[in-house]
């Protein structure tokens, strides 16, 4: 199962690089917003493999501290035109 949840992962990992050049392309007032949503759901993707691909154990979450901080991060930092990782 450890398995095919690494490949899973993989699949969004591709899809939110792609998004992540449109996030530039909003206006500037939908940015900030779009921009924390990308950060903090990619960021439950490194949970998950924080946690060893196991997601039987415990439900996989971006801890509050580093929610604020991506969400800072999205605010401040303008969305680059090129797809970047942002978790």
């Known amino acids: ?8 992962i993989a699949r969004p ?8 050049v449109g996030i530039a392309m909003l206006r500037s007032s939908s940015r900030p917003c779009v921009a924390a949503a990308h950060r903090i ?8 493999e924080h946690q060893g ?3 039987f154990v ?11 901080r ?10 680059t035109p090129t797809p970047q990782p942002v978790w």
Request: avoid cysteine.
């Open 1 to 8: 199962v450890r398995e095919l949840i690494r490949y899973e």
């Open 13 to 20: 990992r591709e899809h939110y690089a792609a998004a992540s």
């Open 41 to 48: 759901y990619g960021g439950i993707l490194a949970e998950v």
């Open 53 to 55: 691909h196991d997601v």
């Open 58 to 68: 415990r439900r996989a979450v971006v801890p509050a501290s580093r929610r604020l």
């Open 70 to 79: 991506l969400l800072t991060r999205a605010i401040v930092t303008p969305p």
